[in-house]
């Protein structure tokens, strides 16, 4: 059972998954970059502004966490599972994710910085 409240819970699980989501946005761009694209300039400058959005909140993200002495650091990693350790207000919690879990949920993430937040 975890001691760390659900909003708390959700502010670390972001601190997880937007470093996530930088890279592969970094990835995507250095594709496009190099690829062999006729017209690179527009989805240059998506991902771009994308990344730009993602790196401040993960900045606010990783304000909150210092501000209320939060930590967060990945221990191990296997095929299945990555494990990470919290650190909360004197608790020290394992928790394990499931990584195709991970994977949709950085997808998910993927979907509204490039698409639904232009909608919203």
Excluded: C, W
């Excluded at 989805?43 to 304000?63: D, H, K, P, T, W």
């Excluded at 095929?79 to 608790?91: C, R, V």
């Amino acid at each position: 059972m975890t001691r760390i409240p659900e909003p708390e819970r959700d502010i670390i699980e972001k601190a997880i998954y937007l470093p996530m989501v930088l890279t592969i946005l970094n990835l995507d761009f250095q594709l496009i970059e190099k690829g062999p694209f006729k017209i690179k300039e527009p989805y240059m400058q998506l991902i771009s502004e994308s990344m730009r959005i993602v790196q401040r909140e993960l900045s606010a993200v990783n304000r909150y966490l210092k501000n209320n002495k939060i930590k967060v650091q990945k221990i191990k990693s296997d095929d299945a599972f990555t494990m990470y350790l919290f650190l909360y207000k004197g608790y020290e919690e394992h928790h394990n994710y499931f990584n195709p879990r991970l994977r949709n949920e950085v997808e998910k993430l993927l979907k509204h910085y490039l698409f639904e937040r232009l909608h919203s």
